[in-house]
């Protein structure tokens, strides 16, 4: 890829009061924030990005693209063909009892860290005009009739559209009591996830999800001859480790042969494993307060199904088409809200469900075995139930 220059914009508007003021403003960076910046920045509207952290920086994500985003990305100025990354092709999927299935990915897929894809596409951002603020925290979105105030720590903003694109849950989401933040403990919101760098051997072309009582953890090739080992559990599996993530790998991901081998035999690359709590599963609002929800902001497909990330940068594309109509004057907020709703949930409400479904039969010891072993004989049942969380590319 062609190197980037760190630029910013320059000619910022400021209000009478002083405050910057901005077309847009986006609450977090991550994919679908990055990607909407771009977006809208190639159309000379003034965007401000706002990100807690300071980049480059490693999440917690399974770090698996299905192949539906390639020419998107592509699009945004990455070039992938470039950074030689590893294709994948196929599929395995573990029981409990260590029972495989080893099936061909109907469209497939590519591997590749949040550390690289996010720092390569705030470069493409930063380059497109995009002002992007790290170690930015904000603490509140603030709408009237004049547009929004954006509240950080150090100094307000303004902006005529704002859009969230936070993360699984936010100090927001908790702020403004959002249903799935306050919502009672349940089996679909109440989930921790681990990941790891590692060195191991493993097929390239090829994505592997092990189960484990009440979880499942995936591997896939990245770049630099790296593994990404990301899994996900109940809080309850920590709570009966005594608050160990050593001790649960040991005792309870080590029941599965697959996991175990692979814990036994790999060079792990970080001194501690990245972690995250309280994972929601739980429908969300695609818009909350006249603020446009982007990414796991605006829903979360189980990681199970592979598909996240494709989702959150499709989401972006779809904002990014009604935040231009509206800025440019060809619609109004509330249809741009109603649009962008709409047309969010006919793209994905339907994966949602049927990952909420598949979730429900990984986990559980009698009914992973009982599931791997009766659909293993049926390869277009297969086909079927992958085509059902994934998408076109777009």
């Known amino acids: 890829m062609a190197e980037t220059k760190d630029i910013q914009s320059t000619d910022t ?27 809208l920045a190639k159309h000379s509207h003034k965007i401000i ?33 470039a950074m030689s990354l590893p294709i994948i092709s196929r ?30 596409l705030v470069l493409i951002a930063r380059n497109a005009g995009v002002v992007v603020k790290e170690n930015m925290k904000v603490n509140d979105i603030i709408f009237d009739q004049s547009g929004f105030s954006v509240e950080t720590s150090q100094q307000s903003y303004k902006a005529k559209v704002v859009c969230g694109s936070f993360g699984k849950r936010s100090n927001i989401d908790i702020r403004w009591k959002r249903d799935f933040s306050i919502a009672a ?13 590692i060195k191991t ?32 559990t109940t809080a309850n599996n920590l709570h009966k480790s005594k608050g160990s993530v ?17 814990f036994a035999a790999s060079k792990f690359l970080y001194e501690a494993p990245l972690t995250i709590s309280q994972i929601s599963f739980d429908k969300k609002t695609q ?6 929800m982007t990414g796991d902001a605006a829903g979360m497909i189980t990681p199970l199904c592979g598909n996240g990330m494709s989702m959150a940068l499709h989401a972006s594309k779809i904002a990014a088409g009604q935040i231009k109509l509206f800025l440019e ?42 599931f791997i072993a009766l659909v293993k004989p049926f390869p277009k049942l297969i086909n079927f139930l992958i085509r059902q969380t994934h998408g076109k590319p777009f």
């Open 49 to 81: 990005l706002l990100e807690k952290e300071q980049y480059p920086f490693h999440k917690v994500c399974g770090e698996y693209i299905s192949l539906e985003s390639w020419d998107f990305l592509v699009s945004l100025g990455l070039d992938l063909d």
């Open 185 to 197: 403990k349940n089996k679909l919101n109440n989930y921790i996830g681990v990941k790891y760098h």
């Open 329 to 370: 004057g060809d619609i109004s907020r509330a249809e741009m809200e109603e649009q962008y709703s709409r047309q969010w949930n006919r793209q994905f409400s339907k994966r949602l469900k049927m990952g909420r479904r598949i979730q429900s039969l990984f986990g559980n010891k009698w009914l992973t075995n009982y």
């Open 201 to 232: 051997e493993f097929p390239a072309d090829t994505i592997a999800l092990h189960n484990f009582d009440n979880g499942y953890c995936g591997i896939v090739k990245i770049e630099d001859d790296k593994f990404c080992l990301c899994y996900l």
């Open 246 to 262: 050593p001790a649960m790998e040991k005792t309870i991901l080590a029941q599965n042969p697959h996991l175990k081998k692979i």
């Open 287 to 292: 818009v909350e307060n006249h603020v446009l």
């Open 91 to 120: 599929v395995q999927v573990s029981a409990t009892n260590g029972k495989l299935l080893d099936h061909k990915l109907p469209l497939g897929g590519f591997g590749i860290s949040r550390f690289l894809l996010d720092h390569r």
């Open 13 to 39: 508007k400021l209000s009478p009061a002083g405050v910057e003021e901005y077309d847009v403003a986006i609450v977090g960076g991550g994919l679908a924030g990055l990607a909407l910046s771009v977006q």
